[in-house]
């Protein structure tokens, strides 16, 4: 299982860091963490109160929960409107959407029922097809949805929902932010443009967005686009990948599954070769 044969890989996750940290010595590879992110709760959240409100008055018909983070932090904040049992009866009452397995396992500890489950990768494309399959248009229009943010609003979903009629409702639990100790994000970048690094690991398209905004303020982005365009990159689901290239980078490697076991375990059968090629094409530039 030694496939990565010993090369440094960067790995950029924040949450589950020595989860995927396990999974790259097993792959034969020297993990270098480098947490690019952490959620930030809303200090104020008048959309969420105000939503929990809406809810219990029946004033939504759709439901739509993102992550399994925010379906949880959504429910702690809807207590300080009514109590828990209110909320999931509210809930039980509309239709309710699961974008992929962590919101179905939160909704399922609320003991609420999921009426539609969006399959993988769990984009907002995946997102929309599942609902036109539920709802064909233009069964959406004027139906009042409300959506369960994270970090940024999700623009393509939320136009989606608007162009099929929907009167929509973003509920934001959390945001991104940079994480509070940004010296092993920094030292990453120094290594990326010494080329110290040969494979990275993008689990979320917010790592490629701090990743970049960090060493601009180090007055290294340029260097460290060198060092990537030099590594093998590799990405969990489309929206990861449409962010590196939407920043003038490239994917070297998109797993089959959204999954970072997967992930890691595809980089590590894949980069050797992969990588040979893309030094091969730089040098015949």
């Not at 020595?18 to 959309?47: D, H």
């Not at 809930?91 to 179905?104: C, E, I, M, S, T």
């Not at 959506?147 to 999700?154: A, I, S, W």
């Not at 934001?172 to 092993?184: G, I, N, S």
Request: hydrophobic share 45%.
């Amino acid at each position: 299982m030694s496939n990565f044969a010993g090369v440094r890989v960067l790995a950029l996750e924040s949450r589950r860091a020595q989860e995927i940290a396990a999974l790259i010595s097993t792959y034969g590879g020297q993990p270098v963490l480098a947490p690019a992110m952490r959620e930030m709760a809303l200090e104020s959240n008048p959309e969420a109160i105000q939503f929990a409100a809406a809810l219990l008055k029946g004033e939504f018909d759709v439901v739509i929960f993102l992550t399994g983070v925010g379906t949880r932090r959504l429910a702690g904040i809807a207590e300080t409107v009514a109590p828990r049992e209110q909320f999931t009866a509210a809930l039980q009452r509309v239709r309710v959407v699961a974008r992929g397995p962590k919101p179905v396992a939160a909704l399922k500890e609320l003991g609420v029922a999921v009426s539609v489950a969006v399959p993988e990768p769990n984009t907002w494309r995946e997102l929309l097809a599942a609902l036109d399959r539920e709802f064909p248009p233009p069964a959406l229009r004027n139906l009042r949805v409300a959506v369960q943010e994270y970090g940024v609003p999700g623009a393509e979903l939320l136009a989606g929902l608007q162009e099929r009629g929907a009167r929509v409702t973003r509920v934001p639990v959390y945001r991104w932010a940079l994480p509070d100790d940004t010296a092993p994000l920094r030292a990453a970048i120094r290594s990326l443009a010494a080329n110290d690094i040969q494979v990275v690991l993008f689990t979320t398209s917010v790592q490629v967005t701090h990743l970049l905004q960090v060493a601009a303020e180090m007055s290294l982005e340029e260097p460290l686009r060198e060092g990537l365009r030099r590594c093998f990159i590799a990405s969990i689901g489309p929206t990861t990948s449409e962010e590196l290239q939407q920043r003038n980078l490239r994917a070297d490697l998109l797993a089959s599954r959204p999954k970072m076991g997967v992930l890691v375990k595809e980089a590590s059968d894949q980069f050797a070769g992969l990588l040979r090629a893309k030094r091969d094409q730089n040098s015949a530039r």
